[in-house]
């Protein structure tokens, strides 16, 4: 059974850091890419960022780049999302997903495999 748990999200201060955790299972890891989506309330799940499996290419939407970094470990069968400089618009429910074969990184249609989220919230 594929499972993946996110974890790490929280409340944070504006310009505040998170980093966020997705440990997978049940799968082969390491020949898939994986992303990180997120949802805020009323809105519809919205790419993030998306790391190939052998974490040769990053792919990030245009409002966190230079602030947020995904990466993997591979033996940890684990993906990671590093917030940094987070701003209020940034708060939402933050989903890891894996990539089904010939999908497009950006679109969440196109993932066959979510995990329940985890919620960050930025505040002051």
């Known amino acids: 059974e594929v499972q993946l748990v996110e974890s790490g999200g929280g409340l944070v201060q504006p310009g505040g850091s998170l980093r966020l955790s997705c440990v997978t299972s049940?799968?082969?890891?390491?020949?898939?890419?994986m992303g990180w989506f997120r949802q805020a309330p009323g809105k519809e799940r919205e790419f993030v960022a998306a790391l190939h499996w052998s974490a040769t290419n990053e792919y990030y939407r245009d409002s966190v780049k230079g602030r947020f970094t995904i990466s993997r470990d591979n033996a940890k069968n684990t993906v990671y999302l590093q917030m940094n400089s987070l701003k209020p618009e940034d708060t939402a429910v933050y989903h890891c997903?894996?990539?089904?074969?010939?999908?497009?990184?950006?679109?969440?249609?196109?993932?066959?495999?979510w995990g329940q989220g985890t919620q960050v919230i930025v505040s002051s």
């Open positions: 049940g799968f082969t890891f390491s020949l898939y890419y």
């Open positions: 997903g894996r990539l089904r074969r010939g999908g497009n990184f950006y679109d969440a249609q196109t993932y066959d495999s």
